[in-house]
């Protein structure tokens, strides 16, 4: 029991200083990592800023028009079942592409990929990984589409091991921020009318945050 006054105060401020002591601790490793990934120092900063707010911006790129059939049971006219003509729902799904997510760790890919000096394996590890997330990306109806978080960047650092075992986190973040992108959000397109939600996002929060975690481990590689 707090017997003085002056407790709940102080507990709440020792609250407050952990937090901020726990959110800096992760910007430094946030920006160890994106400067070992190749990063050049003065962009970390605007880099980790665009990402984190961006992962609450979705930009709109087409719409896509459902149609659910819905077989309802016959009713019965005088004990006699009466055929009735299915119910058909439309609906409309926006197809949209997240900043933080997808468009921010595109451009990093692409700025690595022609800077790093080993796009081939990149491509390479990125299709590995596409084609791991694809086969466990899973449809969740009015959600979007689920992927375990922490495979995605396993599978991307396992693959840069092998491919480039000294230049490991520019590869790791290549491979797995766009080989989930593209294994769980752009092969699964297709099967957007599927999900029935009013907005599915590239990049978005069923996949965000193994791309997010793909450029950590990157960078903890090295």
Known sequence: MLSSPLALPVVLLLAL???VLIFLVEIRVLAYAYRKIG???RYVFAVMILTLLGSQVNIPLYSVTERHVLHAPPPRVYTWPRRTPPVIR???TVVAVN??????PALVSLYLLLNAGMPLRMLAGTGAVAAVVYQMAAIVPGAGISVPILLPPLAA???ALLLA???APPLAYVAGSMGTLIGADLMN???VDE????LVSIGGAGTFDSVFLSGIIAGLLA
């Open 165 to 167: 075992l000294r230049r």
């Open 39 to 41: 990063i050049r120092p």
């Open 17 to 19: 200083l952990l937090v």
């Open 157 to 159: 650092a396992g693959v």
């Open 189 to 191: 397109l297709p099967r």
């Open 99 to 104: 900043v933080g997510g997808a468009l921010i």
């Open 90 to 92: 439309a609906g409309i």
């Open 195 to 198: 999900i029935g939600a009013a």
